[in-house]
C-alpha cells in the first residue's frame, strides 16, 4: 500500500491566523472515526460495484498512517473512534493507533446507525465492538462515538445502555439541527447525559459555534472543509469563554485527507458535502494542530469524572 505523498496537499491560501497555541489555552480534544469510507450514511443503500468498494476500502490503512505520520510529527496525542469490524480485517491498523499512544474508542461494530438498532441490538453492536478493539489493544474501550452521531431524542435510551456496559464517556451527541442528526438544544460543553432509564453518561459533544437563533456546526466533517477557518476559531474562543468545563472536542475521518480516494456515487447534495475541500483539507488540519494544544478525549474524562457533581445534566428524550 503506497503512502499518500503529503506534498499532493497543496496550499490553498488560507487566511492568516495565530501560528502557535497561546500559553495556558485550555486544550482542544481531537479525535479521528476509522471506518471504511463506504460505509459512510450518504453511500447507504447504494449497490456499489465490488472493485470500486475494494478500491475504496484499500484506502483506509495509507489515509490512516498519513494522520498518524501527521499527528506523530506535532507531538500530538488523539482519540480514534474505530469501527469494530476493522479489528478483524486490519488489526495492524488498530495496533498501530493505540502503539501510538493514542486512544482507541468504539465506533460501533459496522457502523450501523443506532437509529436502526433496538435497545438489544445496540447492547450485542457496543459490546462486539468494545471486545474486538480491546482483544488487539489489550486495553479497556472507554469512549464511544455512534455512527453519524445517531444518539438523538428517540434513540435516548442508547444511553442508558453505555452507562450500564461500564463506558466512561460518549461523544455521540450533536447539538445542532440536521437532517441526519443532532439534539439542538443540548448543552454546548461537556454534560451527564441522561437516558429514557435514568443511566447517566459523561458526555462530549462536537464544538460549534452559536450564532443567534442557531448553532453552527463547525466541529469538523464537512464544515470543517468548507467553512472558512476563521469561525473554528471563533467557535473555540467562545467556548472558552462562555463554557464551564472550557472543554472543546473535533472530529475527522482520515478518508477526508484522502483526495485521491475513488469517489462514490452520490447524489448531488451528499456529493457536495462529502467531498467539497478534500483537496486543502491536509493543509487546514495542519495548520490546526499549528494552533492549539490537543489531547485524547479519555484524559479528559477522567478528569470530568472525578467532578460530576460539577457538570449540568440533560435529558435528550421527550420521556414520553
Ligand atoms: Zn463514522
Not at 68 to 87: P, S
Not at 171 to 196: C, M, N, Q, T
Not at 229 to 255: N, S, T
Request: aromatic content about 8%.
Amino acid at each position: 500500500m503506497k503512502p499518500i505523498p503529503s506534498g499532493q496537499r497543496d496550499g490553498t491560501g488560507e487566511p492568516a491566523l495565530s501560528d502557535s497555541p497561546s500559553m495556558g489555552e485550555a486544550p482542544v480534544i481531537l479525535s479521528f472515526d476509522v471506518e471504511e469510507h463506504y460505509r459512510i450514511e450518504a453511500a447507504a443503500g447504494l449497490s456499489l460495484d465490488p472493485d470500486l468498494k475494494a478500491r475504496s476500502g484499500g484506502r483506509l490503512v495509507p489515509a490512516t498512517d498519513w494522520v498518524l505520520d501527521l499527528l506523530g510529527r506535532h507531538g500530538i496525542q488523539a482519540t480514534f473512534f474505530i469501527v469494530g469490524e476493522i479489528a478483524r480485517t486490519d488489526p495492524g491498523l488498530v495496533r498501530a493507533v493505540h502503539a501510538a499512544g493514542h486512544e482507541v474508542g468504539s465506533h460501533g461494530w459496522d457502523h450501523r446507525r443506532v437509529l436502526s438498532m433496538s435497545p438489544e441490538e445496540f447492547r450485542r453492536d457496543l459490546r462486539q465492538s468494545c471486545d474486538a478493539l480491546a482483544q488487539v489493544t489489550g486495553v479497556g474501550i472507554q469512549g464511544y462515538r455512534a455512527p453519524t452521531f445517531s444518539i438523538v431524542r428517540r434513540t435516548a435510551w442508547a444511553l442508558d445502555v453505555l452507562a450500564e456496559e461500564g463506558l466512561l464517556y460518549d461523544s455521540s451527541i450533536y447539538p445542532v439541527r440536521h437532517d441526519r442528526y443532532g439534539v439542538p438544544d443540548a448543552p454546548r460543553g461537556p454534560f451527564l447525559a441522561e437516558g429514557d432509564g435514568g443511566g447517566t453518561i459523561l458526555e462530549l459533544p462536537p464544538a460549534l459555534l452559536r450564532l443567534p437563533g442557531m448553532n453552527l456546526p463547525v466541529g469538523g466533517g464537512g464544515y470543517f472543509r468548507l467553512l472558512p477557518p476563521v469561525l473554528l476559531e471563533r467557535a473555540l474562543g467562545q467556548i472558552r469563554r462562555d463554557c464551564r468545563p472550557a472543554v472543546a472536542m473535533l472530529y475527522f475521518h482520515p478518508w477526508e485527507f484522502d483526495p485521491d480516494q475513488p469517489r462514490l456515487p452520490l447524489n448531488p447534495l451528499s456529493r457536495f458535502r462529502t467531498y467539497v475541500g478534500l483537496r486543502r483539507s491536509g493543509t487546514r488540519l495542519e495548520s490546526l494542530l499549528r494552533r492549539h494544544r490537543f489531547v485524547r478525549a479519555v484524559d479528559v474524562a477522567r478528569q470530568l469524572n472525578a467532578r460530576r457533581d460539577e457538570l449540568d445534566v440533560f435529558r435528550p428524550g421527550t420521556g414520553l
